[in-house]
């Protein structure tokens, strides 16, 4: 039996939870109950990529009856351990405020090589997309801009074993370049392979150019968009899944965000009008916000990261169980197209 399943196991998790996490919040006497749900749930033989979510009632000390939501990220091969480690520096970072809510680190249990942390409650801005609060959807926008603002301007610290290396580069992004044009090449043949290596080796080249050229590097959220997004109260944001985590190029969030967004908005409302104007807004509320203008360099880069991630939703379309390459093909033509005609990313 694949060991993940445990963690499915309501005594287990019982164990596991009252011995991990109950001392972590001495005004809570005891657990009363907990509900699972699996947001993700891949489990094959004996490799597994979960998300989680415990929803848990604790009896606080005063009699009251405090409703949390406990989740755990775990993976047999991809390390976990990372995650745990950029929550904890996070936590001492001072970001999160009266203003922004992120997750806060638990436990990581090397046997289930997963983190468990205090999930942010609230709705996502993809949430709020698709049910089509223009004036709620706006607001996140300009506060995802500072949010990310304030990331972006973090101290770099002085250990930097606590971030994957994996993610700092394009060539190796998880899954990396490598790993999707083999696995394409394994479905279609030669059908798409020409295309994307092609574009993913301009997308790589052109970063590198660019790392060449300066030793600077900041802090990015790395995994950019919609879904990672929550309101958490009325003038709260929260920021969630820092897997992606590194130190990069910021453009690469702005870049990963403007994609996404005027992807989803696209997606739901069929809008370009919309897209372009959410698009505008962001980037230049994070101008305002960052203190910086956008010159020639700056646009470029972004426009480099807004073209790989619509590569990367290409190659998702492909590699899907349910594959849908004519998708696929649109988005591939699409950057094509933007790479000739030289289409900024917030336009």
């Excluded at 950029?86 to 997750?103: A, C, G, Q």
């Excluded at 089509?132 to 949010?147: C, Y």
């Excluded at 301007?153 to 083999?182: A, E, Q, W, Y």
């Excluded at 968009?225 to 990069?248: M, Q």
């Amino acid at each position: 039996m694949n060991k993940i399943l445990e963690l499915f196991d309501e005594q287990i998790v019982r164990n596991l939870l009252e011995k991990e996490v109950l001392p972590l919040y001495p005004d809570f006497s005891k657990i009363l109950s907990f509900k699972i749900k699996a947001y993700k749930k891949l489990i094959w033989t004996s490799t597994y990529h979960v998300v989680i979510a415990y929803n848990v009632r604790f009896l606080h000390i005063n009699g009251e009856k405090i409703k949390l939501e406990i989740v755990c990220s775990a993976h047999s091969d991809e390390p976990r351990e990372v995650v745990f480690k950029v929550l904890r520096y996070l936590e001492k970072s001072n970001l999160s405020d009266e203003n922004v809510v992120l997750p806060r680190p638990l436990f990581f249990s090397s046997e289930y090589n997963g983190t468990f942390y205090q999930a942010v409650e609230g709705k996502h801005l993809l949430r709020i997309i698709k049910e089509g609060r223009k004036l709620k959807m706006k607001k996140m926008i300009i506060q995802a801009a500072h949010l990310f603002s304030q990331v972006h301007s973090l101290k770099m610290p002085d250990d930097l074993s606590i971030f994957s290396d994996d993610n700092r580069l394009l060539r190796t992004v998880v899954p990396g370049r490598d790993t999707i044009i083999k696995e394409i090449r394994e479905r279609f043949g030669d059908t798409y392979v020409h295309a994307v290596s092609e574009l993913y080796a301009g997308f790589i080249a052109e970063e590198e150019k660019f790392f060449a050229s300066t030793a600077k590097r900041w802090l990015i959220h790395g995994d950019a968009h919609p879904e990672n997004i929550i309101s958490a109260g009325k003038d709260r944001i929260g920021l969630i899944d820092f897997t992606d985590f590194c130190p990069a190029d910021f453009a690469r969030d702005l870049g990963t965000f403007l994609q996404q967004l005027e992807y989803k908005i696209i997606r739901h409302f069929n809008d370009q009008e919309l897209a372009s104007a959410m698009k505008k807004l962001f980037l230049n509320s994070y101008l305002e916000f960052a203190h910086i203008t956008l010159d020639e360099s700056l646009q470029k880069r972004i426009d480099l990261y807004y073209n790989w991630t619509a590569i990367r939703t290409a190659t998702f379309w492909l590699l899907k169980h349910d594959c849908e390459p004519h998708k696929a093909e649109v988005n591939i033509n699409k950057i094509k197209n933007n790479l000739i005609s030289k289409y900024h990313a917030q336009n």
